[in-house]
């Protein structure tokens, strides 16, 4: 089945699916001292496939040193445990090359912008890469603007690769 490009509402923005990238984030919690757990993406194909990723990312010692950043509530909503991302865990910089070889030169969009771009600057600061012209759109404000109204097989699951492809087979869903 073959997937027709997004047409943008209020002016003549054809956007073809190949070109987005569902992104998501778990994090430690959502206090002030937070950190990104776990970072996964969704990437949209013509034919109406998608194809994904995720990787759990191991905490820098300067992530941790408020005894405020680790939430028992975040860790049982997501199941991401600090033995895990101790364990599992990829350094921030092969985080990073991880996912931007998953991602490629697609659009980033998140369903929680503000919380998803506060974890990913801090995933790239502490990887010492810098995010150049990479910007994180608003996937709510893209699908209001596109005309269309998600629809959802299942609720979230709090685990970054399975929200992302959640939220990107709901663009296919229209």
Avoid at 26 to 55: K, M, Q, R, Y
């Amino acid at each position: 089945m073959t997937i027709l490009p997004i047409r943008l509402t209020n002016d003549e923005t054809v956007v073809p699916l190949s070109r987005i990238a569902v992104i998501d984030l778990e994090a430690s919690s959502l206090g002030s001292n937070t950190f990104p757990t776990e970072i996964g993406w969704a990437i949209l194909h013509d034919d109406g496939t998608v194809t994904s990723g995720a990787c759990l990312i191991r905490p820098t010692a300067r992530w941790t040193m408020y005894s405020n950043a680790w939430s028992p509530a975040s860790e049982r909503m997501t199941g991401i445990s600090q033995e895990m991302l101790d364990r599992d865990g990829l350094p921030p910089r092969e985080a990073v090359e991880r996912f931007l070889e998953g991602v490629g030169d697609r659009d980033l969009y998140s369903d929680e912008v503000d919380f998803d771009r506060h974890w990913l600057t801090m995933l790239f600061d502490a990887a010492g890469v810098s995010l150049g012209e990479t910007t994180l759109g608003d996937l709510n404000q893209f699908m209001q603007r596109a005309g269309l109204t998600p629809k959802f097989d299942e609720p979230p699951r709090h685990r970054a690769e399975a929200d992302a492809r959640r939220l990107a087979l709901a663009l296919c869903r229209r």
